[in-house]
């Protein structure tokens, strides 16, 4: 690894102010960051761990019933903090790589990396939440751009995410065994106004909401509902693990699968 | 360099580190802990697993100015009092949880913190919790089958020896 200077601050306005000096990266967790460093696909002359920032830690709900979540907050905590309130979400996070990497990965890390194979992506474009960083609140829709490109600026740090809790939810994954990654993962949430799907790890484009089944599953919430329908594998990612058509097939039995086991 | 200052095994320690190194190096070459093993060094195989704060994590991916602070047990800590092996040391090596042993010192650790979270797992727990622990000899049965039984279940039903 390149040697670079490494900052702990312990509050927001610290980090932030650590992150205007040229060349410098926050860290998260570290989970995906470490491994990029070692492999010297990043350089960073400063990183700013925010690891140390109590105000960026924990899980609660707001007054208007939302579901807030400090960006530095792991995802083990995650599982077990949000389970009694958005099962969909602790299941989810319960099942992100593995235990060790759940205690340190962050859901502000994840979100900031926008790998196209990441789970949180899902779950954040899949309930309309909130990314709230030190300078402003960017809806989901605005906020994943692409493949590893969010509506972040530089120097711009996600302090919390806040979920809109739903009536029913569930997150299905098709794991890629070697890395536990997403070969295809889908999050559906059903609200008062309307269902909403968003798939990750099939798409070229990163994570996106699947319109056609929001609209089937909004009129009946049930797996019948999409028997009806198919997604083009246009634009789907096609590698070793698997082909655009068995991406796109895997896109709506994953939907299926996630309709039934909504809760 | 930075000042870090962590309890490890219960001793505390105080120590000049660069921001760039990782937990693992300093804990096997620092402190000359060498007990945590470096397999893959891309956070896949879990050797190097230890507990920081009571919660396991791969010390090839956390920098040692990160535990600042922090309580640190490695698998040097793991026998009892008397330098006898523990219960879930013991069940591995009543159960030939090993062969060339180099996954061993990362398997402990996650056991340890599987039966601290759940003292009672089923094998598909204990499976499922392994998922970031590679063993390239045992083919995992008998892993499973010693971590089943420093839990205090009965293995008999439980893969072949």
Redesign the interface.
Known sequence: ??????E?PGTIADAVKALQSDGAQALGG??TL??T???RLAAPDV?V?L?AIGEMQGVCLSDDGALCIGAATTH?TVARDAAAHFAGLAHLASHI?????R??GTIGGSLANNDPAACYPAAVLGTGATIITNARQIAADDYFQGMFTTALDEGEVITEVRFPIPQKSHYMKFVQP?S?FALVGVFVAKYADGVRVAVTGASEEGVFRWHEAEAALSADFSPKALDALSVDADGMIGDLHGTPDYRAHLVKVMTGRAVTAAT | MASVAMVVNGKSITREVEGRTLLVDFLRDDLRLTGTHVGCDTSQCGACVVHVNGQSVKACAMFAIEADGAEVATIEGQANKDGSLNVIQQAFQDHHGLQCGFCTPGMVMTAAALLKENPKPTEAEVRSYLEGNICRCTGYHNIVKAIMAASGQDVTAIAAE
Do not use: H, T, W
């Open positions: 690894m390149y040697a670079f200077e490494i702990r570290g989970q470490i491994p460093l070692k492999a990183l761990s690891s083990a790589g593995d235990p060790a990497v205690n340190r070697a536990r």
